[in-house]
């Protein structure tokens, strides 16, 4: 089966930024490799896309509540994808990821997710290395 990887990342890609935020993460972690995709991510993105098709009348649903206030959440993990075995073909795996939502009247209405772009070997480390908000 021929799969054009870096096109098909770049439709995932605009569809992450226009759907529920729950393929961010998914679709982050296969666009990483457009350069040299193996087998295992053609089959990564062939099963996203299978997912999306079945969720095609799904969406966010944004029912405004009484309090209307302001929440935000954000979490990282520190170097979460980690591997022993591979790290040192892959120095990207010891990279964190950093996410954030931020809740308008129990309405999602910003959120992102991001690979940190250096290494950290604390969680002090590479504190200029933020997600910026519009």
């Not at 089959?43 to 009484?66: C, R, S």
Request: hydrophobic content about 40%; some cysteine.
């Amino acid at each position: 089966m021929s799969v054009h990887y870096r096109k098909v990342i770049g439709k995932l890609n605009f569809l992450e930024k226009s759907s529920p935020p729950d393929i961010a993460n998914a679709m982050h972690q296969c666009a990483r490799f457009c350069v040299d995709p193996k087998e295992s991510h053609v089959k990564a993105v062939i099963h996203l896309a299978k997912y999306l098709q079945g969720t095609i009348n799904d969406g966010i649903i944004l029912d405004p509540k009484e309090n209307k206030s302001f929440e935000a959440f954000a979490d990282a993990d520190f170097a979460g994808n980690w591997n022993s075995q591979t790290a040192m073909d892959d120095p990207s795996n010891a990279k964190s990821r950093t996410g954030f939502v931020i809740i308008y009247a129990s309405c999602p209405i910003l959120w992102a997710s991001k690979l940190q772009t250096c290494i950290s070997l604390s969680t002090t480390e590479c504190l200029h290395d933020t997600i910026p908000i519009m």
